[in-house]
């Protein structure tokens, strides 16, 4: 360990509407000792996920962080004292180590990873949200060439990858995002047939022209009057891929849900599906395989959103929620 | 043929709140010569379900029925013209005749029955309420012993038979229904583990009364605030059959869905599937021989609630969609 200080940001309270500066405090504090079964992980990168918004709002697939925790969230870290573990000094490792310089995590809770440049690819693409975007298309979505797969959030770290996967597998893909400059980003870079602005257009009329043929696979990381817009266009037999909410993650939850549930599903046999990338834990190798390989063939091109300081990382969330990001964003911190 | 007249019920205006006998007209005509590949069928038990009221909304899983038309609906009948098709005078019949005495059908259009008794079974059991309690609880619910299943609109034709289905899986089943007496008839005949009035009780602490191990299956027969209520207390990778909604049957288009969607599906990675029984055609015979077994050794208790008159058909829906019945309703032509 480095003798140096440990900065913590503190989940100050829990934010009622939106998420501010304010909710959060900065701390210093001891570097931890390790305990039994423990390793001392130095942070080097935070990722930024809407999830980290969602996890202050209850329960989810993990315990709620509550008023007064370190703030949560996972980050590619090196291992400084690997203690009693199998880990070694030096070896880089997956976790959630919380927004902090170090932190003491038990070895069973973090993943060991490859060695590989950039590093911050270990975030991206092959983090996470890449492996999102892999398994939530390729399981649930089961895209056919010339099905029409639509995306919202198309520029951020999921969505830009689904898009691309879903051209590498013939579809027509359409995406859904907030400004003009990601628009030309999504068609102009990534190869997306059309993107649409759903601050600026009509989604209803924008999704109707973008879409003569229906659609038959959204890939939905929004909910709400996006995903409602979309039911009411889905084909036969359409599949709609629940990967997040993020409109409702920033504020009060929703008090009401997409119009047409469970109506449309019946009616035109649809199906949705909630996932979480760990549910597809044993075909880890498969889907590492076939990114590397569409990254080295230039099939999916990856950008990388990268903040600087453990101190910006609250900022780095809000502006994600505010939609500021292409690609993947994270903090580096050391 | 018979000579006689054809009397047939039109759908005089589509009903803009709820259904009443005034927006059907009782009219005579002559009985219709069978075309080219057609033939005469008479008509003689027409099959009430609350699908019927939904095909007055729009396009479904077929055409609209408009005003002016013969009102849609399926029926089991007999051939007496059978013209110059392979259908031979006397075969019994499935499929969409209308509400009237006599009807000419594309013989393709029609489904040959076997002959047994009683011929009404036909139409309940082994009809396509039986068959689409089959196939949604077995393919899209795909049961586990000792797993929580929940039915609405559960002393129905279809949840019935759910019901019973569930317990021969040995599930935990719950019905959800709308009197005290249908809930007598679930648990006191037909083996329901809990049975729960809405009308009476309050549906999120039924629910978590009767569902100590929260649910892991949902036959959703109806939408609305039950299908909200259930998905609060749904466990990881819950399945949720959606089969109906026939909350937003019976009035105006519903103006919003049930919160907690798609949030609560990512969360907790849960699965809505909408289908329609002829998704699984190439499997009736197998499940014609489950449900027959099961009928046979006293497994499913099959109830049925036959009206008679052509004249009182109007009522019958009407009645249904008030929730008038214990199991399927049908109506005796001749």
């Not at 199998?86 to 880089?92: P, Q, S, T, V």
């Not at 927004?99 to 069973?108: G, K, N």
């Not at 990388?304 to 990001?325: K, S």
């Amino acid at each position: 360990m480095s003798g140096t200080k440990n900065r913590q940001l503190i989940l100050k309270e829990i934010p009622k509407g939106k998420l501010g500066p304010e909710h959060f405090q900065l701390r210093e504090s001891d570097v931890p000792k390790p305990g039994t079964g423990e390793v001392l992980v130095k942070v080097r990168y935070i990722s930024i996920d809407a999830a980290n918004r969602a996890w202050m709002q209850g329960t989810t697939y993990r315990a709620a962080v509550k008023a007064g925790d370190i703030m949560a969230g996972y980050s590619l870290g090196e291992v400084v004292e690997p203690g009693d573990t199998k880990l070694k000094k030096g070896d880089l490792v997956f976790g959630d180590c919380g927004w902090q310089d170090y932190a003491a995590r038990p070895a069973t809770e973090l993943n060991r990873l490859p060695g590989l440049e950039p590093v911050t690819h270990l975030l991206s693409v092959y983090g996470i949200t890449g492996l999102t975007a892999y398994f939530g298309l390729t399981e649930i979505g089961a895209p056919k060439s010339g099905e029409t797969l639509v995306i919202s959030a198309a520029a951020g770290a999921v969505g830009s990858v689904a898009g691309q996967i879903g051209k590498v597998k013939g579809c027509r893909v359409v995406g859904i995002t907030g400004s003009d400059e990601k628009c030309a980003w999504l068609t102009g870079e990534l190869g997306f047939d059309v993107a649409i602005n759903y601050k600026t257009e009509n989604i209803h009329e924008a999704l109707q022209k973008a879409c003569p043929d229906k659609i038959d696979i959204y890939f939905d990381n929004v909910g709400g009057e996006i995903l409602e817009a979309v039911l009411f266009q889905t084909n036969t037999n359409g599949r709609i891929i629940c990967c997040g909410a993020v409109s409702g993650y920033d504020g009060e939850l929703p008090t009401k849900g997409p119009r047409g549930i469970p109506g449309l599903l019946v009616v035109n046999r649809i199906t949705m599906r909630g996932f979480i990338v760990s549910d597809f834990l044993e075909r880890f190798t498969k889907a590492f395989q076939d990114l590397a390989e569409w990254v080295a063939t230039g099939k999916i091109k990856v950008r990388e959103d990268i903040l600087e300081g453990l101190e910006n990382t609250p900022q780095a969330l809000i502006g994600l929620l505010n939609g500021e990001n292409l690609g993947k964003r994270m903090v580096k911190v050391a």
